[in-house]
């Protein structure tokens, strides 16, 4: 353990915000295993380099017309353009472009100055002139649409547009037949035969076909078209093993080739940057403020681990290639990992880990998208299936539920992918196997852990519970009226923690085994005392010795029994530091200088909510024996005194139970002592049988 330094709490002082982030001491030990941890993750993750279909074969082998000697399949995703396809439809684009005319506006003012403006030839000329007397190039316009073009007219520093079918243009074969539809639409008098002769002279071509606009406007129409793009999805077969390479096999090879990774800096420093914000992240959000308890070091050293292992396992799945698209989440261990964090951490724990791990690996670009999601459905799947698992053999039920969640999944993301109908059956079938085999992999790995931990798992307190174990039967032949009290505050003690949220059968197993201690010297304890009480014949002072060492010598017996650290700490706090208030008066009357400290127990107040629920159950069941007479309202007034009087006393005050816990603990013990202590009826006696012997 090491202080903070002075110089960060001076300056969190001047930033209040700061102070938020302040703890009280620094683990050094915690500190540099979960360094080291992040630290292989980030050079596993980082250095990891995804074997490409490029890096795996020699593309030179390959070529048009030759036949391929294996599977070549994609290890990514990759879309690439395909060149012919994209040629073809740039052509077809092109021939829909129409070629463009340009008019010249200086034909038509020489035209005009030779006629007056009432000459009807002028009239005419000008109506031809304006809509435009196309010129027709003998070569040029087969590259452009066939039907249809684009002439252009400037005026005043603007251009007009306008697309015209070649059918209804103007050129110098159709001039005589617009003039006369001119003259007849607008009702002009019959003219004489020499007028259509004079225009059909003097008009003049002045729209004309320009090579270098129509060349422009088909290089802007050719910009417009989009490349037709070809999606491989990772896992498709590019090339098939004794197949003969065609031109889109050989495009798709270079493609893939040409996109292998390459770590740039910019990709490197994202990625870096990614993986301190998880790390900072899992810090925070395992940190005493957020988990609401100090992770103890075992624990820690057990999610550094559990963690390592889950990125080397997502990063050596990222390598293998499986065909049809089929994501390589289904070899992620995401649950497993999730599983034994809530059995051997806690479940707030594992809601953290199955939203971070997930998180790692998609940063660190061992998994994809759907990868993300399956492998993030599973880790918050497995923190609910594994609820209320009181036997080892619900893990395998759990894993049963774990693969109906994993198909649901990979349903969801099949649909999205529109994966073909030959994909599902073994992507449902892998999906299901791996909730199943996480299942019964933790079937196997937990035992060993949990023994190596030393944790109070729900099925470690279960074996600690079971009242036929040889240590039970050899306390209850060896102190029967201690065992007997043991069972009274025990069942007190689960009543009252299950109706406070806190753990039931962590108190329950904590009051079976708290007053272990006394099982070496029965007889100087009441509860085992029959007609003589050995303190009589001693010194308080003696009597307060043999009474107080039962803490200690119950820490004793249960670290030889390998209790786990919770269970030891309620052997050690069911006392915490109270005076033993009986042999103090008796020491008084003998010597009125005494301290109380000198008949106080040594041990710790009660730290958690468990501990002092124990505490509360066994002076309220110790107590309550006194009692002559019990009724429903005595009992309440009672138990009140004695809860408060430890209140009073500050044993309770590291305990976290709040005046409305306790409240709760009051009733709970007075309707589990009202039932046990109930009144009953005196029965008569029965008369003797008439020459019965008595």
Request: one cysteine or more.
């Amino acid at each position: 353990m090491k202080e903070n330094t002075d110089w960060f709490s001076k300056w969190t002082e001047n930033w209040p915000y700061m102070r938020s982030f302040r703890v009280k001491k620094i683990r050094m030990n915690v500190l540099l295993a979960s360094l080291i941890a992040f630290l292989l993750c980030g050079i596993i993750l980082l250095g990891i380099k995804h074997n490409s279909s490029a890096e795996n074969i020699d593309i030179d082998e390959y070529a048009v017309g030759k036949v391929s000697e294996q599977d070549v399949i994609a290890d990514r995703d990759i879309a690439y353009i395909d060149q012919e396809a994209s040629r073809l439809l740039r052509n077809e684009a092109l021939l829909q472009v129409p070629a463009v005319f340009i008019f010249d506006e200086a034909v038509e003012n020489d035209v005009l100055t030779a006629y007056s403006t009432d000459d009807p030839a002028r009239a005419a000329l000008k109506f031809l002139l304006d809509g435009g007397v196309f010129a027709m190039p003998f070569t040029g316009l087969e590259n452009y649409n066939k039907n249809i073009l684009e002439a252009r007219h400037e005026k005043d520093s603007t251009v007009e547009r306008e697309e015209l079918l070649y059918t209804e243009i103007i050129t110098m074969d159709t001039v005589e037949d617009a003039a006369r539809l001119f003259f007849k639409n607008n009702n002009y008098s019959e003219q004489e035969p020499e007028i259509y002769e004079t225009i059909r002279k003097n008009v003049r071509e002045n729209v004309f076909f320009s090579p270098e606009a129509s060349r422009e406007l088909a290089n802007e129409r050719i910009k417009e078209v989009k490349p037709v793009m070809i999606q491989l999805n990772k896992g498709d077969i590019i090339v098939r093993k004794g197949f003969v390479i065609n031109s889109e096999n050989m495009e798709a090879l270079n493609s893939l080739s040409a996109q292998t990774d390459r770590y740039n800096p910019s990709r490197l420093i994202a990625r870096i940057i990614a993986l301190l914000l998880c790390y900072g992240l899992i810090v925070f959000l395992l940190g005493e403020k957020s988990l609401g308890r100090l992770l103890k070091n075992s624990e820690v050293y057990l999610l550094c681990a559990l963690t390592l292992v889950y990125v080397i396992v997502a990063s050596s799945a990222s390598s293998i290639v499986f065909p049809n698209g089929i994501t390589s989440g289904i070899l992620i261990p995401a649950a497993l990992v999730v599983i034994l964090s809530e059995i051997l951490v806690g479940p707030r724990v594992a809601i953290i880990l199955a939203f971070i791990l997930p998180l790692v690996s998609f940063c660190g670009g061992v998994v994809d998208l759907y990868s993300y999601v399956f492998i993030l459905v599973s880790g918050l799947a497995a923190t609910f299936v594994i609820r209320g698992s009181e036997r080892r053999m619900d893990l395998v039920i759990a894993g049963i539920f774990l693969a109906v969640a994993n198909c649901i999944a990979m349903v969801c993301i099949l649909l999205l992918q529109q994966s073909p109908a030959g994909v599902w059956p073994a992507s449902l079938f892998w999906s299901a196997f791996n909730g199943i085999a996480q299942g019964m992999l933790v079937l196997g790995i937990l035992p060993p852990l949990e023994r190596a931990m030393n944790a109070p798992t729900t099925f470690r307190l279960i074996e600690l519970s079971d009242l036929n174990s040889p240590f039970m039967k050899r306390f209850f032949n060896a102190a029967p009226g201690t065992y007997s009290h043991s069972l009274m505050v025990a069942n007190l003690a689960e009543q009252a923690a299950q109706e406070i949220g806190a753990n039931p059968l962590l108190a329950r197993v904590g009051a079976y085994y708290h007053d272990i201690g006394k099982i070496d010297k029965p007889d100087y304890f009441v509860e085992n005392q029959t007609d003589h009480n050995k303190h009589d014949d001693i010194n308080p002072r003696l009597s307060v010795t043999v009474i107080k060492s039962h803490v200690k010598l119950g820490l004793e017996k249960g670290r030889q029994l390998r209790l786990p650290e919770e269970v030891l700490d309620v052997i050690g706090e069911h006392h915490g530091n109270s005076v033993i208030t009986w042999f103090y008066n008796e020491a008084l009357k003998r010597d009125a200088s005494i301290s109380p400290e000198e008949f106080s127990y040594s041990g710790n107040i009660p730290r958690s909510k468990e501990s002092a629920i124990v505490m509360l159950a066994d002076t309220t069941e110790a107590a309550v024996r006194t009692l002559k007479k019990t009724t429903f309202t005595s009992l309440e007034k009672y138990i009140h005194e004695l809860i408060m009087g430890k209140v009073e006393h500050g044993l309770l005050a590291d305990s976290e139970l709040t005046f409305r816990d306790l409240t709760i603990i009051q009733d709970a013990f007075v309707r589990v002592l009202a039932g046990y202590y109930h009144s009953r009826i005196e029965y008569p006696k029965e008369p003797m049988p008439e020459g019965a012997e008595t």
